[in-house]
């Protein structure tokens, strides 16, 4: 071999291997892990055991969280950047919205989201909400009457005008199939995240439950949720537990006709899967369907007969036995009705109409199984007051 041809070949393997570095080393960039050298900031993490909606994945700096959408067809997966307040942005996640955490403000547009704060004891980070007329939750209604949270509408009546004055860190909106992201293209390009979230159709308590994680990854209190939500699920599989021991499973039937339809859990939802931990056997548990079923009152009503229970009936504001007659009198043909089991989840529920079930209840699963539990098996928890049910008169 000439010294020629030897040299053509070294240099050619040099920048071959010079180029697989820097290939190499732009895969890194782009995935964004070379723009911050310090110390790994993020020493508590989350793992997500039951939701299926979401994902996290911890970096130095920065999380990187995935949102998956079932509403829509385009884009069926939102990401966000979750960057710690004082790094530099990571290279590569163009199309992700970038939310600075621990965040500061925060406009949530569900009861279910107050849950998340509470749940952490983050009351103080909301500026504002879609209504702030059905909020059952003490520390917000003081909020709202101090002047510290701001009305800002919801879906057509969003006042987007407001919010981008307000300039929260993020807008916590409710995933429906007529509630697309593409609505809140203004707020984004006005630099206000919007995290669309589609928590209701999670197919378990604990999986619903689960949500709180996201908000604790947003507020940095990893180590807190990680503690605390730890507890509630091993409560909740202990309860479960419990009432697989009971070997009478009573029937039940949930809900209330309105307007023609009568809308049942399906089998597939976390209601079902609550009646099922609690020891129910419940006639639609092998349906397959996003929320509910909307039947016709003919449909409900053979099995509504013969159900030794009757829940959740308070949805329409019924509080007592006599409004439920009031509505359509056949309710009195029905065994529940006759025996006395008819129970609503209003315990909680306040002077304007807002009810808790719909704010603490979604994060604390192992009481509500707990009150289902106690409802159908009453000799399986003798000391257990109920907390969110309670018995119509």
């Known amino acids: 071999m000439n010294i020629s041809n030897y040299l053509s070949k070294y240099c050619i393997a040099y920048l071959v291997g010079f180029l697989a570095a820097c290939s190499s080393s732009s895969t890194l960039y782009e995935k964004g892990e070379s723009g911050y050298e310090g110390p790994a900031l993020f020493k508590e993490k989350v793992v997500i055991r039951h939701a299926k909606g979401f994902t996290i994945d911890y970096h130095k700096n920065f999380k990187l969280v995935k949102i998956m959408s079932p509403f829509e067809n385009s884009t069926d997966t939102m990401r966000f950047v979750l960057l710690q307040r004082g790094t530099p942005k990571p290279a590569g996640y163009a199309h992700a919205q970038i939310i600075q955490i621990p965040i500061q403000s925060l406009v949530p547009m569900s009861s279910m989201h107050i849950g998340l704060v509470g749940f952490l004891g983050a009351e103080h980070i909301v500026t504002g909400m879609g209504n702030l007329t059905y909020v059952s939750s003490e520390k917000i209604r003081e909020r709202i009457k101090s002047g510290d949270i701001k009305e800002v509408g919801k879906d057509q009546g969003l006042n987007e005008e407001l919010l981008i004055a307000m300039h929260p860190d ?15 293209q203004s707020l984004k390009q006005a630099g206000i995240p919007v995290m669309v979230n589609s928590e209701w159709i999670e197919t378990t308590p604990l999986a619903r439950a689960e949500w709180v994680k996201l908000m604790a990854a947003l507020l940095n209190k990893e180590a807190e949720v990680n503690a605390k939500f730890g507890e509630s699920e091993r409560e909740y599989a202990r309860l479960a537990e419990l009432a697989k021991s009971s070997k009478i499973k009573p029937s039940l039937v949930s809900g209330l006709n309105s307007k ?20 129910a056997h419940y006639h639609w548990a092998d349906t397959q369907s996003t929320g509910s079923l909307a039947l016709n009152f003919e449909t409900v009503y053979p099995v509504a007969l013969s159900a030794d229970f009757w829940l959740n009936v308070g949805i329409l504001g019924v509080k007592t036995k006599q409004e439920l007659l009031d509505k359509d009198q056949r309710y009195a043909d029905f065994r529940a009705f006759k025996n006395g089991n008819v129970f609503t989840h209003n315990k909680r529920q306040a002077v304007n109409g807002a009810n808790d079930y719909w704010e603490s209840g979604a994060v604390n699963p192992h009481l509500v199984l707990a009150d289902l539990i106690k409802i159908l098996h009453p000799e399986l928890l003798p000391g257990h007051e109920l907390f969110y049910y309670q018995k119509l008169k």
Do not use: E
């Open 260 to 279: 023609d339809a009568w809308f049942v859990p399906s089998g597939s939802g976390y209601v079902c899967r609550f009646f099922q931990d609690a020891g």
């Open 170 to 184: 993020l807008v916590m909106a409710i995933g429906s199939p007529v509630s697309k992201i593409n609505r809140y």
